[in-house]
DNA sequence: AGCATTGTTTCACA
DNA sequence: TTGTGAAACAATGC
């Protein structure tokens, strides 16, 4: 489920409910998921904290704490999602924090790809997919000669945008996920960027990425929901992408 | 059984 | 050096 949407409202639920509370113990031990952390190093460094304040650039959250302590990444990798109050699930929950008022904080993750460190990298984010200017857009999304749909999915170029918004955005504007980034037009990149800003409110605002208008017919023998054409399927940026041909140049 | 999967990182190669 | 694509990662569902 995580893009850019699932990512915000998680975001949006830590900011409302996770604010101002104080962290008694973390559930740190997955070392795969908190790698490079060994376990207890997350909880030696938060217990005590308050969390201050919940960002978001992209797909990656990262959670201030007060008295200096340190900036608590998280990230939903291919399939997490983060509960608060909620009972504690066994299996899944990868990561946690406890507060004090006995409360739960919980990266939920079937797939295990999901992430937590201290003092995440942020360095290689490109500006957050739904606030590049449109300067920065054509600079950074118009160049390369690789596919378009590789280049909106790079998180160093626009942050935010994966599979399946990739798939919404290129067919809502008509744009064939084939061509080569540095081949479309100032024009061309101008309605890319604003297809990409109409998808994320859209998929903000009916609760995330897969309520795109084109994902039911992403699958084989699907058809295009405007013009009924046949969808064209292949591997692109080694993600499975559906595209409309008669409508997508 | 085998394959696909909404994400990221690493590595081989041009 | 820069860029691109494939594979690896983990676990689940069809």
């Given amino acids: 489920m995580p893009e850019l949407p699932e990512a915000e409202r998680a975001r949006a639920l830590i900011a409302d409910r996770g604010l101002g509370r104080v962290i008694a113990a973390v559930e740190d031990g997955d070392s795969y998921v908190c790698r490079p952390h060994a376990p207890g ?3 030696a460094a938060l217990v005590g904290r308050r969390l201050t304040s919940a960002n978001r650039i992209g797909k990656t959250l990262w959670l201030e704490t007060d008295r200096g ?5 998280l990230h939903l990798g291919m399939a997490g999602r983060i509960v608060i109050d909620e009972e504690p699930h066994e299996r899944w929950d990868r990561f946690a924090l406890t507060f004090d008022d006995g409360g739960r904080l919980a990266l939920r993750d079937k797939r295990r790809l999901g992430r937590a ?3 995440p990298d942020l ?3 490109g ?3 739904a606030l590049a200017t449109r300067a920065e857009f054509r600079a950074g999304v118009g160049r390369g000669a690789g596919p378009i ?3 909106i999915m790079d998180q160093a170029v626009i942050a935010g945008v994966g599979n399946l918004l990739a798939d919404e955005i290129l067919w809502q504007a008509r744009i064939d996920p084939r061509r080569p980034a540095n081949q479309l037009s100032g024009p061309e990149l101008d309605a ?3 297809a990409v800003r109409a998808a994320v409110r859209h998929a903000l605002r009916e609760g995330g990425a897969h309520t795109g208008a084109l994902n039911p017919h992403r699958e084989r023998d699907g058809h295009c929901p405007r013009c009924g054409a046949p969808l064209s399927r292949a591997r692109i940026a080694g993600r499975t ?3 409309c041909p008669a409508e997508q140049r």
């Fill in 127 to 129: 500006p957050d997919a």
């Fill in 149 to 151: 749909k590789a280049r």
């Fill in 241 to 243: 992408t559906y595209w």
């Fill in 192 to 194: 890319l960027r604003r």
């Fill in 69 to 73: 302590g340190p900036d608590l990444g």
């Fill in 123 to 125: 360095s290689r984010l």
């Fill in 41 to 43: 190093e997350l909880a």
């Fill in 117 to 119: 460190v201290l003092e």
